[in-house]
């Protein structure tokens, strides 16, 4: 039986977990929320956030680049000390800035079912030697329960070199859509057994799950790909358009096509309301 809480899936005897995007169990949720992510480590969730490098080699749980779209602040964050930031808002509910300082502080209550993706949005030129010993130093003892992530295969290594420890993924997304652009699907096949085999030695492997759905329309089942090799997969991002209202027909057409390529997880931002759509639509 799947978890009332927005937690995973159960299709054929397999379990695809529903990973909380940028910390959110619903859309109407604030983004990055510390309130939402301490109840995901109660419930053992999946959850996901984005990590920007500040200018003293610690992060702040931001997406964007700049301060402007997501908080109170002005300019680019890599040029932001601690202190500059402290006293700022996110401008969704007028909350402060969350820190990898308490996240480190947080993840020592977490469930041990529970995961965090630390998804790097900077690339390892501007994280540099000195946010890498940041991680190190804040991770040291919670490791089981974050996966750092990232699209840099250079950031990655340089994380498998420094912190062997902690738990890898690779999103290899952007690069994979312009091979097939240019190349089609068994380009495609080629660069993706590449990355599934080389120096970063992924864990979890993080794709678009329209591009899931064409490839495997043209013959490449991607999921089965990384299976074989060993890896996770996770699809990312499906939110249903009606939370209230379940699946359009198009929806569940395409969600119950990606499920039946058994991902290890899909990426939402409607949990709880996606469980429940399944279960109704599986009870006919």
């Not at 997406?63 to 040029?79: F, K, M, N, V």
Request: net charge negative.
């Amino acid at each position: 039986m799947a978890d009332a809480r927005g937690l995973q899936i159960v299709f054929e005897n397999h379990v695809t977990l529903l990973k909380w995007h940028r910390l959110r169990r619903r859309m109407a949720d604030p983004l990055f929320s510390a309130e939402v992510m301490a109840d995901g480590f109660k419930a053992g969730a999946s959850m996901e956030l984005d990590l920007r490098v500040r200018a003293d080699g610690g992060f702040v749980v931001l997406h964007d680049r700049e301060l402007e779209g997501e908080t109170s602040g002005h300019g680019i964050i890599a040029q932001k000390s601690l202190t500059d930031l402290r006293d700022l808002r996110m401008k969704d509910g007028n909350r402060p800035i969350l820190t990898s300082e308490d996240l480190a502080a947080m993840l020592q209550s977490a469930h041990p079912d529970a995961l965090l993706q630390f998804d790097m949005k900077d690339d390892y030129e501007v994280i540099g030697e000195k946010g890498i010993a940041h991680l190190a130093k804040h991770l040291q003892q919670i490791s089981a329960s974050v996966i750092v992530s990232a699209g840099s295969l250079e950031l990655m290594l340089a994380v498998k070199e420094k912190l062997p420890h902690l738990r890898r993924g690779i999103d290899p997304t952007d690069k994979l859509g312009n091979i097939y652009k240019a190349e089609g699907w068994k380009a495609v096949e080629k660069e993706l057994l590449a990355d599934l085999r080389g120096p970063t030695e992924p864990e979890t492997i993080y794709l678009y799950w329209p591009m899931l759905l064409d490839a495997a329309q043209a013959g490449l089942d991607m999921i089965a790909l990384c299976h074989d090799e060993a890896k996770r997969v996770d699809a990312w991002t499906f939110t249903l358009k009606d939370p209230d209202g379940g699946f359009s027909d198009t929806e569940w057409t395409k969600f119950s096509a990606l499920v039946a390529l058994k991902p290890d997880q899909i990426t939402t931002d409607e949990a709880p309301a996606t469980e429940r759509a399944w279960l109704k639509r599986m009870a006919g």
